[in-house]
């Protein structure tokens, strides 16, 4: 069997979510090849989904390390590095990430949240933003911009949805917490979903 054949039966288990079949099949294309940086990455992100974060970091290094110029390996070591609690290892990955491709808004996001993570609210605010902004989305100021905008009527139907969200919330609360309420939605439910007039 070829490098390529094997390395493709590697994605089919990992699409499957046999990550313990995908490793073995992996390390099989790396005695072949111990270079090849994309069984590298895919083995690293079968050891990240077991949990075995060790093993997936030298892999997704070694990935790196042969593969230099690829964004995706920063991001996936990083994603690891996050999971890890690494935060700061995390942002740098990402940081060369969005160097590497500056398209990414998936990067940008992701550095974002590692930013969250160590309190750097202005970067990571100033990084969600071009996430938003990659991927065609709208900022929050922009989403505020255009509901502050909005017809008056928008604005009523908005108001009057969350009316009915928050007087829903309440009947909901109601019936777990006042007897009265709970023994009238028995009965509700006794009677066939209907209400019972009063006699």
Known sequence: MTKDELFAMGMNKVKENDH????????????????????????????????????SLKDMNNAVKYDPKY??????RGYLKTRMKDHEGA????????????TDGIAYNNLALAQEQMGW???AKANFDKSDQKMGLKTAEER???RKNAPIENQKNTQTDQKIIQSKTEIAKAVFTQKNVFKEFLNFIK???KIKENE
Do not use: C, H, M, W
């Open 91 to 102: 942002i740098k990955d990402y940081e060369k990430a969005v160097e590497l491709d500056p």
């Open 144 to 146: 505020a911009e255009e």
């Open 191 to 193: 009677n066939g979903f």
């Open 20 to 55: 313990f079949e995908a490793i073995k099949i992996f390390t099989q294309v790396l005695k072949i090849d111990p270079k090849d940086a994309n069984a590298l990455s895919q083995r690293g992100i079968a050891y990240l989904n077991i949990e075995k974060y060790d093993l």
């Open 121 to 123: 609210a202005k970067q």
């Open 71 to 76: 964004s995706f390996r920063y991001q996936s």
